[in-house]
């Protein structure tokens, strides 16, 4: 009996091992190239002796893991790289995936970190001279400067009539994740022309091909295009409205008559000085002990605003006030009138177009090599895992092997960053919240005081409430203290008799009476901070 059980859990774990092989045999079908940078790019990608790309590629871990990268070294360069496939791949040839992770260690301003699919060389390029010229078929991924912020995805598509290749853009592309995390970039290219983006293998932006919404300029032209030899007519008219012939300007129409006249009626006001200056020397102003008439010139005063002028109406030659003149019409004008000759606005006739073709799929040029060619004022730009494949079901496998587990990592880290940053804040805020409570101890507040602790019991009880609080609380202050320094001279006490005959000073009896209130204050700011301390 045992050993029937023993042969029956054989073949069990044979068709197993099996099983196994079958399917890792059925995925390594699927991918048609897969880089995971484990091993130095030396000798295996080649960098473009192209004198502009000066930048220098590392091969570099990935900050805080043991995962290796093509590493974007300094900032403010221009790069280029290329490795070639071993095989050519064909993207006409059912379902095909492009993917690859990248992580923008400094943050992204201005750069781009897109990969280019490359047609093969009988197109006319070779690595080492690999540069922007380099004809492609797809170029993918983040480009962030100024106003753009999106992921490319730009198709380049033989025009199969004209014979030209033409750049095909994705119309409203997604946006650049703005973190300093790893994040996978996947296109996929489906056999019913539908384009799916893919950012941390959640959906961003599904499309279709030969959609003229979604790809600008559309694969398929227009089957008609303004004929270019086409010209208008001399005698064509495109005014709607010209001016009536028949119309004359008026008898009275005064063309010259000024916009603004002198207010005959004005009269000067009385109190106005005449003989008297708007500014006059200043009397107490001297010449500098350092002035020397032959270098700097003959020393004149500064002037100020003469202080007679202040309570009259006004000084120096009064004269009378302008308003608008009745008779003013501006220049006259023949009214608008229906053009009886307008023919609308002239456009050239259509021609058909003789670059028009129909299609029913694209027909992508074969993949030969990928290419990194970016400019970037940022270092610290990481590419890993770059896959081609041909089941989204395997592309989905890398990611969560290879990506899922850094991003993880990264992510509560991050999280714990923002958590620290935030405890650092609270810590700040109760220096704060003490300095204050420090300040609410000193006398000089006087009345003010218990609504400077009012404030702080808020600010504490809603941290959101704190800046508004501290602001409060600073006015507070600083209006009690322009009091004390600009409150006026202090009133004589007024003296009083006392029944015995005594004199005693009212200012004596208020003295005691706001002691009083100063002590009962004084009883319940202890209560307060006892309850904060609790």
Not at 70 to 76: M, N, P, Q, Y
Not at 469 to 476: F, K
Request: proline letters at 7%; charged letters at 35%; glycine letters at 6%.
């Amino acid at each position: 009996m045992e050993e029937r059980n023993r042969r029956i859990w054989t073949q069990y774990a044979l068709l197993l091992l099996a099983g196994c092989f079958v399917s890792q045999l059925y995925a390594s079908s699927d991918v048609k190239f897969y880089e995971s940078f484990d091993e130095t790019f030396d000798g295996r990608w080649i960098v473009s002796e192209k004198e502009e790309f000066n930048g220098v590629w590392k091969h570099a871990k990935s900050e805080g893991h043991d995962d290796h990268g093509l590493l974007v070294s300094e900032k403010a360069k221009k790069y280029a790289i290329v490795k070639e496939l071993d095989n050519v791949v064909s993207l006409n040839d059912g379902t095909m995936v492009l993917q690859y992770e990248v992580r923008l260690q400094e943050g992204l301003e201005c750069g781009g970190a897109y990969l280019k699919y490359l047609r093969p060389q009988e197109a006319g390029w070779i690595p080492k001279e690999f540069s922007n010229e380099s004809p492609y078929t797809i170029m993918f991924g983040p480009d962030r400067c100024g106003a753009t912020d999106k992921i490319h995805f730009i198709l380049k598509h033989k025009n199969p009539k004209s014979g030209e290749y033409i750049e095909h853009h994705l119309k409203f592309p997604p946006s650049v994740p703005s973190d300093k995390l790893t994040h996978v970039y996947t296109a996929v290219l489906k056999p019913n022309n539908e384009l799916l983006i893919l950012v941390d293998g959640e959906q961003k932006k599904k499309a279709d091909l030969l959609s003229d919404y979604d790809m600008e300029p559309p694969l398929i032209p227009a089957e008609t295009i303004p004929d270019p030899d086409d010209k208008k007519p001399e005698d064509w008219d495109e005014r709607e409205k010209i001016p009536d012939p028949d119309a004359t300007k008026p008898d009275d129409w005064d063309e010259d008559a000024p916009m603004e006249i002198e207010d005959e009626d004005a009269e000067k006001p009385e109190g106005w000085l005449d003989d008297e200056p708007e500014e006059i020397d200043d009397p107490e102003a001297t010449k500098p002990e350092d002035w020397v008439d032959d270098e700097d010139g003959e020393w004149e005063a500064p002037k100020i605003d003469n202080p007679k002028c202040e309570e009259v109406p006004g000084c120096g030659e009064w004269t009378r006030p302008m308003k608008r003149n009745p008779a003013y019409n501006g220049k006259w004008y023949a009214p608008l009138i229906e053009n009886p000759n307008y023919k609308g606005v002239w456009k050239p006739r259509d021609i058909p177009n003789p670059n028009y073709f129909k299609l029913d799929r694209p027909n992508f040029e074969p993949i030969a090599a990928i290419g990194i060619e970016i400019w970037t004022m940022q270092d610290g730009i990481l590419f890993d895992n770059i896959l081609i494949a041909s089941d989204e079901k395997v592309a989905e496998s890398y990611r969560m092997t290879s990506w899922k587990p850094k991003f993880d990592i990264e992510k509560e880290k991050q999280k714990a960053e923002e958590a620290a940053s935030a405890g650092g804040l609270k810590g700040f805020q109760k220096m704060v919240l003490d300095l204050l409570y420090k300040v609410a101890d000193i006398p000089f507040l006087g009345e003010h005081r218990s609504k400077v602790l009012d404030l702080l019991e808020k600010a504490e009880k809603q941290p959101n409430l704190t800046v508004g609080a501290v602001i409060s609380i600073i006015i507070i202050i600083f209006t009690v203290f322009l009091k004390l320094i600009f409150g006026g001279t202090q009133q004589q006490p007024v003296k009083a008799k006392k029944s015995d005959g005594a004199e005693t000073s009212s200012s004596n009896k208020e003295g005691s009476t706001q002691k009083k209130e100063d002590q009962n204050e004084d009883a319940a700011a202890p209560r307060r901070r006892t309850r904060r301390e609790n």
